[in-house]
């Protein structure tokens, strides 16, 4: 797919670098990336998503612009409220860059719906805002083989890596299951709703998450397949990890059990 002279002007930047040049700009452009939740974490995916130039975003989330979503969901706007996130966040992306055809979906990811939507896209953004759709997001990427860029915030604190189970050659590529084989029961863990979070770490996550999906896009450096960043906000540490494939893992082993979404809901 060859760039228009507008759209070398545009994506200048980018064409520098020589991890990504013209020829990683066109593969950003051919890419379809699916986003999960226009909240905390999905709306900075979708601005740098958007800028960068990614030719086709997805979009699914059910829920509409609320005045406390706004301290920290910066596409979304004080004329918006009320709106469906959905139509907020294609509202935002045309104006930021009117290349990126948006496929908005109204609904929430149900084990009806996962395999259809997911099937559609090269690589998903998971910015949910619920370990139900987390686990429902990461079995369905691995039954399709979709690369998952996973970010998760609560507080102060963040987390961020990538799965692509699918890619393993050796003693690699974990999937998310293989680092929490479960979901923790519904009430063990607070929601942002309950126990807040700081606005701008949901940015610092959710940009670090739009780079990563950027490089496995393009191949530039080295994939965060197989490791964890956890973010410490109120010490401002960031720790990287190493996480290996569980050999008994539910999912991704040779013991597997899980074959089908039918345990979701
Ligand atoms: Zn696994």
């Given amino acids: 797919m060859s760039l228009s002279d507008e759209q070398i002007e545009r994506y200048a930047r980018h064409i520098l670098l020589p991890e990504i040049g013209g020829a990683g700009q066109a593969k950003i452009r051919a890419a379809k990336v699916l986003v999960v939740g226009a909240g905390g974490l999905g709306t900075p995916v979708i601005q740098y998503l958007a800028a960068a130039g990614v030719g086709t975003i997805g979009i699914i989330d059910d829920d509409v612009v609320d005045l ?10 004080t004329p918006r409220l009320g709106q469906p996130k ?26 009806d719906n996962a395999k259809e939507i997911i099937s559609k896209f090269d690589i998903v953004a998971d910015g949910s805002d619920n370990f139900a759709t987390r686990f429902l997001v990461m079995d369905c990427c691995y039954l399709e083989k979709k690369t998952l860029v996973s970010g998760a915030i609560l507080r102060f604190d963040g ?8 890619q ?26 309950e126990a807040g979070v700081l606005g701008a770490l949901c940015g610092a996550i959710g940009s670090l998450q739009a780079a990563e999906i950027l490089k496995e896009i393009t191949g530039a450096g080295d994939s965060l397949s197989g490791s964890l960043i956890i973010f410490d906000g109120l010490r401002t540490e ?28």
């Fill in 86 to 111: 959905v139509e907020s966040a294609k509202a935002a992306i045309a104006d930021i860059n009117p290349d990126v055809e948006v496929v908005a979906f109204e609904t929430r990811l149900t084990s």
């Fill in 159 to 166: 987390q961020l890596s990538v799965f692509k189970p699918h």
């Fill in 238 to 265: 960031f720790r990287k990890i190493k996480i290996k494939p569980d050999p008994k893992c539910a999912l991704c082993s040779e013991q597997a059990t899980i074959k089908d979404l039918s345990q979701h809901l």
């Fill in 68 to 77: 406390s979503n706004l301290q920290r969901q910066v596409i979304h706007s």
């Fill in 168 to 193: 393993r050659s050796d003693n690699d590529c974990p999937c998310y299951r293989c680092l929490y084989p479960e979901a923790p029961p519904p009430d063990m863990i607070p929601t942002c709703a």
